[in-house]
C-alpha cells in the first residue's frame, strides 16, 4: 500500500496549492482507494482535496489537535476517501486565513484495486 505522508508550516495568508506535488504517487499508478487523514496543530486552516475529476471536500476546517503537532490517528482521524483510476491526480490545498503559522500534518494511504 503506498503510503505520501508530509508536514506543512503554513504561513499567515499563505496558501500550498499541492501539499502532494512532486510525490511519485501524486499521479495514481492503477486504480485505488484513497484514505486521507489531516490534522493541525491550531484551528483555522481549510482544506480543498480532489483526485481526478472528484471534489471529495471543498473548502473544510483542518481539524485541530490543540497544539500538539503530530499525524493524524489511523484509522480513527481518517475521515475522507475516494476511488481513483490510473492517471488520477491527488491534489490536497491548503490556506490559511489565520494570523499565524499552523502545523498540518498529513498521511495519504492509496490501496490498489
Known amino acids: 500500500m503506498p503510503v505520501i505522508q508530509r508536514r506543512n508550516s ?20 492503477g486504480n485505488a482507494v484513497l484514505s486521507i487523514g489531516l ?9 480543498s482535496l480532489s483526485l481526478g475529476s472528484d471534489i471529495v471536500v471543498e473548502e473544510a476546517e483542518v481539524a485541530d489537535t490543540a497544539g500538539v503537532a503530530r499525524f493524524p490517528i489511523i484509522p480513527d482521524e481518517f475521515w475522507y476517501s475516494d476511488v481513483g483510476v490510473q492517471g488520477d491526480r491527488l491534489v490536497l490545498r491548503l490556506r490559511n486565513p489565520t494570523a499565524g503559522t499552523v502545523v498540518v500534518s498529513t498521511i495519504a494511504q492509496l490501496t490498489n484495486l
Open 10 to 29: 503554513v504561513l499567515t495568508t499563505a496558501v500550498v496549492e499541492n501539499v502532494f506535488a512532486g510525490s511519485a504517487f501524486e499521479f495514481l499508478r
Open 39 to 47: 490534522v493541525g496543530d491550531d484551528p483555522g486552516v481549510v482544506f
